[in-house]
Nanobody, 126 residues
């Protein structure tokens, strides 16, 4: 089993900053992609940012220049630095990882399985 645990959410004023963290643990051989999604009230879950094992990144257009995703492969942890936050970005933020499961000390599954964290609330006040 694999667990993803987010932290760092909270209440911030518009224009402020927050840093989210997500640590993956369990039977992990490797993680191909880690990312952040968000889901506001009445909205579908949408990609915010993602990063691959070689540190290439992808951002939603709405957050480019304000959010930065980074990753510590040794710790199986992904971060999201969010600056200049806007009230409309109030959402539950979810961490996602595509994981190859450990089959032994030196081998992993060829299939990558998608796991989600439980979500962390980010509230931006105006």
């Amino acid at each position: 089993q694999v667990q993803l645990v987010e932290s760092g959410g909270g209440l911030v004023q518009a224009g402020g900053s927050l840093r989210l963290s997500c640590a993956a643990s369990g039977s992990i051989f490797s993680i191909k992609t880690m990312g952040w999604y968000r889901q506001g009230p009445g909205n579908q879950r949408a990609l915010v940012a993602a990063t691959t094992a070689d540190s290439s990144t992808n951002y939603a257009d709405s957050v480019k220049g304000r959010f930065t995703i980074s990753r510590d492969n040794a710790k199986n942890t992904v971060y999201l630095q969010m600056n200049s936050l806007k009230p409309e970005e109030t959402s539950v933020y979810y961490c996602n990882g595509k994981v190859s499961l450990a089959l032994g000390p030196y081998s992993g599954s060829t299939t990558y399985y998608k796991y989600w964290g439980q979500g962390t609330q980010v509230t931006v006040s105006s």
